[in-house]
Nanobody, 127 residues
Framework: QVQLVESGGGLVQAGGSLRLSCAASGRTFNSYTMGWFRQAPGKEREFVAAITRNTYRIYYADSMKGRFTISRDNAKNTVYLQMNTLKPEDTAVYYC????????????????????WGQGTQVTVSS
């Protein structure tokens, strides 16, 4: 079982930046595809970004591309999400997720592929 702990959320004004971190337990971090999802009040959880295992391919939701950057540090068992030019519409709980498999062939953009989830970190962007 993998434990994921998000950090780095907080309150920021529109146009500001935040860097989220997700620390993973275990010895096999390199074997996991890592993803970020977010959920705003009253909305469904949506894909933000992902970075795959082995080949380290990167995926972004269209609305995040150009503003957000995902990266991973395998030596620290940590995945990051750098968020720039934040907008009030980015306000949400941000969740880190991990999977060592793609059991359904849906790809890293689909939340149903992920086995493990963190508790989330709140990001609030004020206008």
């Amino acid at each position: 079982q993998v434990q994921l702990v998000e950090s780095g959320g907080g309150l920021v004004q529109a146009g500001g930046s935040l860097r989220l971190s997700c620390a993973a337990s275990g010895r096999t971090f390199n074997s996991y595809t890592m993803g970020w999802f977010r959920q705003a009040p009253g909305k469904e959880r949506e894909f933000v970004a992902a970075i795959t295992r082995n080949t380290y391919r990167i995926y972004y939701a269209d609305s995040m591309k150009g503003r957000f950057t995902i990266s991973r540090d395998n030596a620290k068992n940590t995945v990051y999400l750098q968020m720039n030019t934040l907008k009030p519409e980015d306000t949400a709980v941000y969740y880190c997720a991990a999977t060592g498999r793609m059991a359904y062939g849906l790809g890293p953009e689909n939340l149903n592929e992920y086995e493990y989830w963190g508790q989330g970190t709140q990001v609030t962007v004020s206008s």
